[in-house]
């Protein structure tokens, strides 16, 4: 452990040493090297710029690290609980930290005054923590617990729960800077599913409720004086199974009024900030009936009075300052590292970044609320990240530490964006990345959707597409229709199209690298994780002689069992049965494990044990239903891994199985030896 503190007070000291392999190295970059997980995660300096805290892996998993900034002093390590992640943490104020916990595995049952009970339609969730720690370790062992049981019995509980803790501790709505001591925490402590707000004291725990769940609180939204001013509700209808969202308005006189009847509401705008006048709303929401973009809007005259930003290309979402609440910044998609600053001096500090840091996204990660220190992450399609310090008093701008400092983006691959058109002519997008030997010659591809299918790949650092482009094979990555960040209307052009048009988008992109020169259409594999594992599945049997080989990773493969999970509400199932699945064709016909029988292509399926998103069960029964058939298939149980296998050990895992299926069934023209690890 003091070899691990040493390496990183150096690497903090902009000294750390790396033996990564250059793209003149003939040897290849160990998949750990790949596998490992980012150093300095979530950094974020102390409201007096004195101690900067961050994750680090140890041992493949995160610890937060606590030390004085640019001191070479042993650090405070915080280390998460026997069998949690760290999920986040927040400087409350100088002293205090606090560390957000959840559990990757699937909690199906909770203990309740120690009764085993199921959580039935909680399945599948993610159940979090929250303890309070001092910045000078001294309560580690015992840290403050800051989601408490309910004192008193509530009424209406459902498992008549006095004296178990929340099953969601983590949703903390406003940190109240003008009382650093404490901050609003949104709990359903009697396990009723509604939530009160509690404002809780950082340094024992002890809380007030100031809003009860009465009003049945989805969301609330405080203002810049900390006071609520909008939340979502959910409201009951036809029957107790049923809900809708419906959006109340505190005014001035301190009365809720009922906003649902508003036609911003109604074209589903919905706050998230607001001015320093709380009758100005900051709100998202689709501008032009399609594109999401930034508006404020009148909460008492009921109308929208500003378009701050909009794109005609991409969505927009906003950025707003943490500790004062203002509104400084937009993000979206189509704009350099997602972030366009509004507020004169972040807009200035970015533009000074930019000038230095040339061909980067540059966006500031932490600062302090004087804004004398700032720290930048500083990354590209080749670099995972590169932190950089700017002192203000010193006008100098210098490098802190690496956050992978096993890989050297030299030996890394470019990644350039492409249009194509569909075969029904819908218009599309995506990312190439070709392996460094590319040489004009068509080389083995991978065709990588993405998973959501409600997400969308961006320009940026990926460990898997950089993994797979190191062993010489082009990575193409489709933003399909479905994916978001394009409005509303690419959305939607997704519904229900699960193995229809969204499945052929991703085939047509393959087409596209075909014409383009870049591969051969006879070495093509499919790769994906979670929907980007269906629609690997998918892909092998819609298509069974296009492809070579089929990989899923954490994917789903059986949507009848899908369908079946969407047990929260009748809402949540109307939902899924409005979006999952191809219209006018029952599940069946396009979940991979019914359709097993088609599938002719070598399959990998590798799965974590504690895949809290997608169950094992998909992997299992699907490799199994596979060996049934007769069919080629390896099934790699991950066991200390979860959907988003965030720990050093399951990513190493799944690599080292996905390397060896791509080059036993790819045809790749091999410049060396592997250096993977056993």
């Known amino acids: 452990m003091k070899r691990l503190l040493m390496i990183m007070l150096l690497a903090m000291a902009g000294s750390s040493q790396t033996q990564a392999q250059t793209a003149d190295d003939p040897a290849e970059i160990p998949l750990q090297n790949f596998a490992e997980l980012p150093h300095y995660s979530q950094i974020s300096i102390s409201p007096s710029g004195k101690d900067i805290a961050f994750l680090l892996p140890v041992k ?50 909770i203990n309740i005054n120690g009764q085993s009970i199921s959580m039935n339609a909680a399945d599948n969730l993610e159940q979090t923590l929250l303890f309070a720690f001092k910045r000078d370790g001294s309560n580690v062992k015992k840290p403050i617990q800051l989601a408490r049981p309910e004192r008193v019995s509530s009424r209406g509980t459902k498992f008549k729960a006095e004296g178990s803790p929340p099953l969601w501790q983590d949703i903390v709505i406003d940190w109240l800077p003008d009382e650093p ?9 009697d396990f009723n599913w509604k939530f009160e707000t509690r404002k809780v004291d950082v340094r024992n725990g002890k809380y007030k409720i100031v809003q009860d769940d009465a009003m049945d609180p989805f969301q609330w939204v405080t203002d810049q004086g900390h006071e609520f001013r909008f939340g979502l509700i959910d409201a009951r209808v036809d029957d107790a199974a049923d809900e809708k969202r419906e959006g109340i308005y505190r005014m001035p006189n301190g009365e809720f009024k009922n906003v649902s009847d508003a036609q911003w509401f109604k074209d589903e705008f919905r706050p998230v900030g607001f001015d320093k006048d709380p ?28 378009t701050i930003y909009a794109n005609e290309q991409y969505d927009a979402g906003a950025i707003f300052d943490r500790q004062t609440g203002e509104l400084v910044g937009i993000v979206s998609p189509g704009e350099p590292a997602g972030y366009r600053y509004m507020e004169n001096s972040r807009r200035k500090l970015r533009t000074g970044a930019d000038r230095a840091l040339k061909g980067r996204d540059n966006y500031i990660a932490t600062l302090t609320p004087d804004k004398t220190k700032i720290i930048f992450h500083s990354s590209s399609d080749q670099d995972p990240g590169t932190l950089y310090m700017l002192d203000r008093t010193t006008k100098q701008l210098a490098p802190l530490a690496n956050t ?54 961006g320009w940026g650092f990926d460990f898997l597409v950089q993994a797979i482009a190191s062993r010489g094979i082009a990575v193409v990555q489709p933003n399909f229709r479905g994916s978001t960040g394009q409005g509303e209307d690419f959305v939607d052009a997704g519904k229900k199209q699960w193995g229809g048009k969204m499945q052929d988008d991703v085939t047509d992109a393959v087409l596209w690298a075909v014409e383009q020169g870049y591969a051969s259409k006879d070495n093509v594999c499919i790769v994906g994780w979670s929907y980007g594992g269906y629609a690997a599945l998918m892909g092998a049997v819609k298509d069974p ?63 974590a044990k504690d895949d809290n998103r997608v169950p094992v069960e998909h992997g299992k029964e699907m490799a199994e239903r596979l060996q049934e058939l007769g069919k080629p298939v390896s099934y790699v149980e991950v066991a200390e891994g979860e959907h988003s296998m965030m720990n050093s050990k399951s990513r190493l895992e799944m690599l080292t199985a996905l390397e060896g299926f791509l080059l036993e069934h790819l045809k790749v023209n091999r410049r060396v030896k592997s250096a993977s690890a056993n």
């Open 60 to 109: 493949g998993k995160y610890f937060l690290f606590v030390k004085e900034l640019g001191a070479t002093k042993d650090a405070v390590m915080i280390p998460p609980f026997n069998d949690t992640n760290i999920k986040w943490f927040r400087w409350v104020n100088e002293n205090y930290l606090a560390v957000a916990f959840n559990y990757p595995k699937d909690r199906k049952f």
């Open 181 to 189: 001591n404490h901050f609003l925490l949104m709990v359903d402590a």
């Open 279 to 306: 009758r100005f709303a900051i709100a998202l929401g689709p501008v032009d009936g399609n594109m999401r973009g930034v508006v404020r809007i009148d909460m008492i005259e009921g109308k929208i009075v500003e």
């Open 404 to 457: 992978m400092p096993g890989l050297d983006q030299r030996a890394m691959a470019p990644m350039e964006r492409f249009t194509y058109q569909a075969r029904d002519g819908f218009e599309l997008s995506g990312f190439v990345t070709l392996p460094n030997n590319f040489d004009d010659k068509p080389v083995p591809l991978v065709v990588m959707p993405h998973g959501g299918p409600w997400g969308r790949t």
């Open 545 to 607: 002689d296009f492809y070579r080989c089929a990989a899923s990773i954490n994917g789903v493969a059986d949507l009848k069992r899908l369908r079946a999970e969407a047990n929260l509400s009748r809402a949540y199932r109307n939902w899924v049965d409005e979006n999952i699945g191809l219209e006018g064709e029952r599940l069946t016909t396009v979940s991979p494990y019914h359709q097993a029988a088609r599938i002719k292509a070598p399959t990998l399926i590798v799965h």
